[in-house]
């Protein structure tokens, strides 16, 4: 139902504003040319092309621009090499750093599907109109997508399908859920 886990740093649902979103996540250096380990969280295509510019952000440094020098599949990941960075001390220095676009180079979501950062950030109501709460973050946990709804007291996990969705309205942010009898007891944290 959803796209892959782009995630967003800002919840508005604004779709001229712009926020960053969250594309790749730096894990660690690989080799000694200045190549990291890249977790893709994009499903566009080009996305990490050779030329590319996307926005590193690394914990404790300001937010820069980068260009990518070359790129290649490594696994589950791929091996990322940025320009300027040509050494595996420099690599190292991109550890735990997050890639991101601005949210208008992110292409429109295929009719009925949205992107995880569309979500985050949605008011949530039951069929009855009864507020829920509001999506915090949306994960996969194996059989499907989860919206983590924050409710005020606590956390509720609800699975995202079709089958309990009457409406979603990310324009709005609005997300209307019709759940059988018991679910939302049944699937509040208690930690």
């Known amino acids: 139902m959803t796209t892959r886990t782009m995630s967003s740093k ?3 649902t604004d779709p001229d504003s712009s926020e960053a979103v969250l594309v790749g996540l730096i894990h660690k250096p690989h080799g000694i040319r ?3 380990a890249v977790e893709s969280l994009s499903e566009v295509e080009n996305r990490f092309a050779v030329g590319a510019q996307l926005v590193l952000t ?3 440094a300001p937010s820069r621009s980068v260009r990518i020098r070359s790129c290649r599949p490594h696994g589950r990941s791929l091996l990322v090499g940025f320009e300027g960075i040509d050494s595996r001390d420099r690599a190292e220095e991109l550890r735990h750093g997050r890639l991101e ?3 208008r180079e992110v292409p429109p979501a295929p009719a009925g599907a949205f992107y995880h950062f569309e979500l985050i950030g949605c008011r949530c109501i039951d069929d009855s109109g009864q507020e829920l709460g ?3 973050a949306v994960f ?3 059989g499907g997508e989860i919206l983590s709804i924050e409710d005020g007291s606590g956390e509720i996990l609800v699975p995202f399908v079709r089958a309990f969705l009457k409406r979603v309205d990310v324009a709005a ?3 209307e859920l019709e759940l059988p ?3 939302i007891e049944a699937c509040r944290s208690r930690s």
């Open 173 to 175: 942010g609005l997300i």
């Open 181 to 183: 009898d018991g679910l």
């Open 101 to 103: 676009v601005d949210r």
């Open 58 to 60: 690394v914990p404790g």
């Open 140 to 142: 996969e946990d194996g």
């Open 34 to 36: 200045g190549e990291v």
């Open 10 to 12: 800002s919840s508005t």
């Open 134 to 136: 509001v999506v915090r």
